[in-house]
Structures are given as structure tokens and as C-alpha cells.
């Protein structure tokens, strides 16, 4: 009988070793306890290109529907992008007046608490994402800002707003400096 309960005991140990062995390697389960002890998230982790707060404004243009749920006007060397409702939209291409491309956006959603804005390259037959030129961005209706370097003045860009999820949308607007017009 005493044998009986000691393999029991035993047997239980190398389940709960086994389990402990294979539970180590799995990334989702140790996010999720991290992330309830008030670790940061794999994406904040990750992502260097938090885009900074700013209490500079982004004045729309005279005339700009605000109220579209997409909308793209230039003016003064700044692409103004406005989005009511959206996942995903990518602006017209564009060419920049210098090497460097200042955004400054705000945002607002009911799901994920982060959207992006990244920079596309016009190559032959399609569009090249722009290495490191993904800004992350609040959904708490604050201004935030970040600029990208190391652009082509003689090359065509596009600019890319998107918001991972499939249930909630993302309302706001950008201010692109440094284009040409």
C-alpha cells in the first residue's frame, strides 16, 4: 500500500515537471501571466518606434471634411490624412522635399488601445514597405509625433493607417511634413 502512494506521488511530480518543461516554451501562456503582473506586452517589447507625445496641433486645411471616412488633401508641403471609421487605407503617392518625413497623428478606437502608420516605397509593380518607418500610435486621442529618416526626395512614397482588429474601427487624423506641394 505504501509503494502504491509513493508511485503515486511520484508519478505526479514528473507530470507536473512535464508540464512545467513543455509550458516554458510556450511564448502566448508566458505573455498572458506577464501581462497580468503588469508586464509590457510582446509589441511594446518589441517596437522601438513609439511615437512621441506632442502638444503641437494638426490644423486641417480650410474646407477639409472631417467627417469622411477617408480623406487625403495636401497643403503647404503637409499631407493631411483623415480617417472616420477605417481599418486600413493607404494614401496616393507622393514624393518628399527633403530626406526626412514628420508625422504627427492622433487616434481614437473602442478595441486595441494602438494603430499604425508606416511609409511605402513606389517600386516596379508595386509598393515596398519602407524599413523601420512603422510609428506606433495611442488610441487615447493625444497627439503623438515621430519622423523618418533617410528618404529618397527623387523616389514616390505612400503612406499606410492601419488598426488590428476586425471589430472595432479607428477614428483620427495625420499631418505628414515634408512633401512636395
Not at 39 to 48: C, S, V
Not at 84 to 104: M, P, S
Request: charge should be neutral; proline fraction near 2%.
Amino acid at each position: 500500500m505504501e509503494r502504491k502512494r509513493k508511485m503515486k506521488r511520484l508519478f505526479a511530480l514528473v507530470l507536473a515537471a512535464a508540464l512545467t518543461l513543455t509550458l516554458a516554451g510556450c511564448d502566448s501562456i508566458k505573455t498572458g501571466i506577464q501581462n497580468l503582473v503588469g508586464g509590457n506586452t510582446a509589441q511594446e517589447a518589441e517596437t522601438e518606434n513609439w511615437a512621441a507625445a506632442t502638444t503641437n496641433p494638426i490644423m486641417l486645411p480650410e474646407g477639409t471634411d472631417s467627417t469622411a471616412q477617408w480623406a487625403n488633401v495636401v497643403a503647404n508641403g503637409t499631407l493631411y490624412g483623415i480617417y472616420n471609421g477605417i481599418w486600413k487605407r493607404n494614401t496616393g503617392y507622393f514624393q518628399v522635399a527633403g530626406d526626412t518625413l514628420t508625422i504627427t497623428a492622433c487616434g481614437t478606437a473602442e478595441g486595441p488601445q494602438e494603430y499604425k502608420i508606416a511609409l511605402w516605397r513606389k517600386v516596379e509593380g508595386g509598393a515596398q514597405y519602407v524599413n523601420g518607418s512603422t510609428g506606433y500610435f495611442h488610441t487615447d486621442g493625444t497627439n503623438y509625433t515621430y519622423t523618418i529618416t533617410g528618404l529618397d526626395p527623387s523616389a514616390q512614397y505612400r503612406i499606410t493607417v492601419s488598426y488590428d482588429s476586425s471589430k472595432y474601427y479607428l477614428y483620427g487624423m495625420f499631418a505628414a511634413e515634408g512633401i512636395v506641394g
